[in-house]
């Protein structure tokens, strides 16, 4: 894999996250610094930085998903685990397989959602641009987590390390 690739898989999402973020921080501040000091505020502010913070929040869920740090119940897992090693192995596959099935049912319906705000157009308030570019991460968030999850299975699978991990942080 080349450079740019293999950096595009290991940093793409952080970095965009990181932007929206460093980015989100700077207009708040300004946000504050306008409010409070010059006695004048911008609507079009908060919606931008409220669109910001849903972005980089579904962009995470591709990022937790790469680094396998998604919500998961390990209690039962752990004490599988103990007595029966192979069945754990295929309560990953069929766990992550089906999340995978979820996350392709919310990507086909946002699709649907996204036909219907093409077709029925609205406009935000503030920025008066239309609400469709602000849903549009929803089939964007759903299609990176589901290659993420199927990249981490694909390698578990190539590694041979099917298993839950339990954090014990």
Request: proline share 1%.
């Amino acid at each position: 894999m080349s450079g740019i690739l293999r950096w595009l898989d290991d940093w793409a999402e952080e970095f965009c996250v990181s932007v929206m973020l460093a980015l989100l921080v700077l207009l708040l501040g300004m946000e504050v610094f306008s409010r409070f000091l010059l006695g004048k505020s911008f609507s079009w502010m908060e919606e931008l930085c409220r669109y910001l913070f849903v972005w980089s929040s579904y962009i995470g869920v591709a990022i937790a998903v790469k680094h396998k740090e998604q919500l998961r119940i390990l209690m039962f897992m752990d004490v599988l685990k103990k007595r029966f090693p192979q069945l754990v192995r295929i309560l990953y596959v069929v766990s992550e397989l089906t999340f995978t099935v979820f996350c392709a049912l919310v990507f086909y319906y946002s699709l649907g959602m996204l036909e219907n705000m093409i077709r029925f157009k609205q406009v935000s308030a503030a920025l008066e641009i239309n609400v469709m570019y602000a849903y549009l991460i929803i089939p964007i968030s759903m299609a990176l987590t589901i290659f993420r999850t199927l990249q981490g299975l694909c390698r578990d699978i190539r590694n041979n390390t099917l298993e839950f991990e339990s954090r014990e942080d």
